[in-house]
């Protein structure tokens, strides 16, 4: 599957951005579909994840309550609703997705990547 992420951009404190990742293929509601974020100088993190059906979805402590994470199978998209954000926010985010992922926190378990897309939050 190939993945292109879309929606990022300069906003501030305490604005939203709806970022977008569009998937390639049949299959994609085969895939557990993730968001994570790497800031400057610092490790990709877990942000966001969601089932294949959307049933399930999980998040990271720090943007618990402010961010929603969401997929439309019909489209093969998934998005990532960002309210009230904040300057620790600023990342490249980008999109992941696997057929089996058995931690969803660990980038490492996802085999396929978008190309990342910049959100800064001024202050």
């Known amino acids: 599957v190939q993945l292109q992420a879309s929606g990022g951009g300069l906003v501030q404190v305490g604005g939203s951005l709806r970022l977008s990742c569009a998937a390639s293929?049949?299959?994609?509601?085969?895939?557990?579909m993730g968001w994570f974020r790497q800031a400057p100088g610092k490790e990709r993190e877990f942000v966001a994840a969601?089932?294949?059906?959307?049933?399930?979805?999980y998040y990271a402590d720090s943007v618990k309550g402010r961010f929603t994470i969401s997929r439309d199978n019909a489209k093969n998209t998934v998005y990532l609703q960002m309210n009230s954000l904040k300057p620790e926010d600023t990342a490249v985010y980008y999109c992941?997705?696997?057929?089996?992922?058995?931690?969803?926190?660990?980038?490492?378990?996802?085999?396929?990547w978008g190309q990342g897309t910049q959100v800064t939050v001024s202050s």
């Open positions: 992941a997705a696997d057929f089996s992922v058995v931690n969803y926190r660990n980038y490492a378990g996802y085999a396929y």
């Open positions: 293929g049949r299959t994609f509601s085969s895939y557990f």
């Open positions: 969601i089932s294949r059906r959307g049933y399930n979805t």
